[in-house]
Every structure is written in structure tokens, then in C-alpha cells.
């Protein structure tokens, strides 16, 4: 991706948008599964419906799938949409929103929480009992389930979700020098940079600020606060991991890229209040990934103002084994989706 990049014939975004159309694997049908497309208030969707009789309101679950804001797809996320609602006996919607550079942000977020929100008042329709509604995502996807998730507090007059489930989520644009960065900074299958980029193209900004963004220089001292009593806590005594000095606040980079530190980027950053309303939550980390400690922060922030939460680490997985849940030589992909659909089920 970089030689060509350098080359200038294709730039590393558009490499993995064609990576991931030529590799999305050809749809099956499965017995067991109606599926539908649909378009929720003007935005995409397919709705995975189990053909199994059920007694009363189904649970739903919305799914925003991962590929950093920039690629993914409904059509990638296809078996795995199909096994959750095949498994965890729901109603899954998966939303397909609209993707960056083309669409920046918020795009994304402005296009699940229409989903959403649809979906919340028309549960009934598709068979679900509107108070037994999920969010959930993965990388991406589980940015926006958080950011969702927090908008959604604010919005009267339609029913609460019942639980918000992140999947190695990226919650925070801020710190790119957290343990798990510096530990898996060049582990596949996202590197340091990757997510460095990432953020710049789904913002808009400018690529050559991506050294002023891992130093720190964008970070407002409000967010530097929260920062430094989080890695204050004992969570973070991390042996061998060398506290980051962030670089000294630069208003003009922070102007740039201010975005970044907003709901729709950085959903751990969102006041105590909104925090304390939402619904319990469910986060998987995995140890040889770089956003590991995004959803760790995030579940401290959580139990610190009262949301229950449900936190399991797979100890040998890596960012995006839940795609690997058919694999059989993943054993932790399996085990990893296994307790998703567990947490989904009991609820």
C-alpha cells in the first residue's frame, strides 16, 4: 500500500476499499435466515430475520460493521451478520453507511443514528420487542455504537436501547500512545499508523499532520485532565510501558483537526452526565491490538459513573478476529463470537 501510494497510483485508503470489495465473500443463504433489504429513513440496511417461531417480541440487534470509517461493507459483514442472528435467535440489522473520503464525518454517525432511530419506532414491525433493542459494532462500528448510544440519551419519546455491545472498539482519537499502541504498534492487522490515517481521512484533514497527532499537540487540556487521571489509576500500571510526554498544546493544529475530539469521533471523552444514562455494556478487547486499551478506558469511564459492565479479553486475539469466526484454525475467533452471542442471549 505505501509503494503504490508513493508511486502515486493508488493512495493506501483506496488499496484497502478495493481489498475489501475483492474479498468480501460470495453471499450464501442459509435455510434458517430471511433476509431483506431495506432502507431505514433513507439509509441502507439489510435485516436478518430467524425463520424459527418465537413466542412474543424478538430481540434486535443493530450492527455497524468495522473497516474504519472507510471501507466495509453489508455484503462483508454478511455471514457473520447471519450466524448473530442465527445463533442469538434476533432480529439483526446491519446498516450500511455511508463510507469515507467520499463521505466525511459525520456521515457515518448521522446515518446509523437515523437507523436507528427508525428502527426504535418501528420495532414491532420486524418482530422485536422495542425495549429489547442492541446496539452493536466492531472497530468502527463500535465507535459509532458508543456515539450512538450517547446521542440516543437525549432524543425523548422513543425506547431506550437495552444494552450496547463494543467490539475492540475505537473510542478516542486522542491518545495513539497508550500501552496497547506502543506494545502492537506493527502487529497486523492494523498498525499505529493505519489508525493515524484513518482518523485524518474520516475527518478530512490533512495527512502530513499525522506526527503533530501522535505527539499529542492537538489534545485540549480538558481532555489532557481526563487522560492523566485515567492512566493515574492502577488498570494502567503496565509493566514496561513507558508513559508518553504529549507534545505542548498547539491551538492551530487543534483547530485543524478539533473533530477528532468530538462525540462522533471520540465518544470516551462525552460528559460524566450523558455517561451515567446510558444502557449496560458489553466490551471485547483483544491483547495483540492497538485499540485494546480504548475499550479498557472505556469501561473504566462506564463503572465509574455507574453503568454495568461486562468486560471479556481474549488473551491470544487481534484486531478483526470476529471476521475469523468461521476459520476453524482461529480457535479464539470462535470463542470470541461464541461469548458475543452468549451475552446477547441472556440478556
Keep these: 500500500?505505501?509503494?503504490?501510494?508513493?508511486?502515486?497510483?493508488?493512495?493506501?485508503?483506496?488499496?484497502?476499499?478495493?481489498?475489501?470489495?475483492?474479498?468480501?465473500?460470495?453471499?450464501?443463504?442459509?435455510?434458517?435466515?430471511?433476509?431483506?433489504?431495506?432502507?431505514?429513513?433513507?439509509?441502507?440496511?439489510?435485516?436478518?430475520?430467524?425463520r424459527s417461531p418465537s413466542v412474543g417480541g424478538r430481540k434486535g440487534v443493530m450492527f455497524f460493521h468495522g473497516g474504519g470509517f472507510a471501507y466495509g461493507s453489508i455484503d462483508y459483514y454478511d455471514s457473520l451478520c447471519v450466524h448473530l442472528a442465527k445463533n442469538s435467535e434476533a432480529v439483526v440489522v446491519s446498516v450500511g453507511y455511508r463510507l469515507a473520503p467520499e463521505h466525511r464525518c459525520p456521515a457515518a454517525f448521522d446515518d446509523c443514528l437515523k437507523a436507528t432511530v427508525h428502527f426504535l419506532k418501528t420495532a414491532q414491525e420486524h418482530g422485536v420487542d422495542p425495549s429489547s433493542v442492541i446496539i452493536c459494532g466492531?472497530?468502527?462500528?463500535?465507535?459509532?455504537?458508543?456515539?450512538?448510544?450517547?446521542?440516543?440519551?437525549?432524543?425523548?419519546?422513543i425506547p431506550k436501547p437495552l444494552a450496547q455491545v463494543m467490539i475492540y472498539p475505537l473510542l478516542q482519537m486522542a491518545d495513539f500512545n497508550t500501552p496497547s499502541y506502543q506494545q502492537n504498534k506493527m502487529v497486523p492487522l492494523v498498525f499505529q499508523d493505519d489508525v493515524?490515517?484513518?482518523?485524518?481521512?474520516?475527518?478530512?484533514?490533512?495527512?502530513?499532520?499525522?506526527?503533530?497527532i501522535l505527539k499529542g499537540?492537538?489534545?485540549?487540556?480538558?481532555?489532557?485532565?481526563?487522560?492523566?487521571?485515567?492512566?493515574?489509576?492502577?488498570?494502567?500500571q503496565v509493566k514496561d510501558y513507558k508513559l508518553h510526554i504529549m507534545a505542548p498544546f498547539n491551538k492551530g493544529v487543534y483547530e485543524k483537526v478539533k473533530k477528532s475530539l468530538e462525540l462522533a469521533c471520540s465518544p470516551l471523552f462525552s460528559d460524566d452526565?450523558?455517561?451515567?444514562?446510558?444502557?449496560?455494556?458489553?466490551?471485547?478487547?483483544?491483547?495483540?491490538?492497538?485499540?485494546?486499551?480504548?475499550?479498557?478506558?472505556?469501561?473504566?469511564?462506564?463503572?465509574?459513573?455507574?453503568?454495568?459492565?461486562?468486560?471479556?479479553?481474549v488473551k491470544d486475539g487481534f484486531h478483526g478476529i470476529a471476521n475469523y469466526f468461521d476459520q476453524p484454525e482461529v480457535v479464539s475467533a470462535k470463542l470470541a463470537v461464541d461469548n458475543v452471542i452468549t451475552y446477547i442471549k441472556n440478556l
Aim: proline share 5%; hydrophobic share 40%.
Design 1 to 50: 500500500g505505501k509503494a503504490l501510494e508513493k508511486s502515486r497510483i493508488l493512495n493506501s485508503s483506496g488499496l484497502m476499499t478495493f481489498l475489501s470489495k475483492i474479498l468480501t465473500p460470495k453471499l450464501k443463504d442459509d435455510p434458517e435466515i430471511f433476509k431483506k433489504d431495506l432502507q431505514f429513513d433513507g439509509v441502507p440496511v439489510r435485516v436478518y430475520q430467524p
Design 138 to 157: 466492531d472497530s468502527a462500528g463500535g465507535n459509532l455504537t458508543a456515539g450512538v448510544c450517547q446521542c440516543l440519551v437525549g432524543i425523548a419519546d
Design 196 to 212: 493515524i490515517n484513518i482518523v485524518l481521512i474520516y475527518i478530512g484533514a490533512d495527512l502530513s499532520l499525522s506526527k503533530e
Design 217 to 236: 499537540s492537538h489534545v485540549c487540556p480538558e481532555i489532557r485532565e481526563k487522560l492523566s487521571k485515567w492512566w493515574s489509576s492502577e488498570e494502567f
Design 273 to 313: 452526565a450523558v455517561i451515567r444514562q446510558l444502557p449496560k455494556a458489553y466490551i471485547l478487547t483483544c491483547e495483540f491490538d492497538v485499540l485494546r486499551d480504548d475499550g479498557i478506558l472505556y469501561k473504566k469511564c462506564l463503572e465509574d459513573n455507574g453503568v454495568p459492565v461486562t468486560w471479556f479479553h
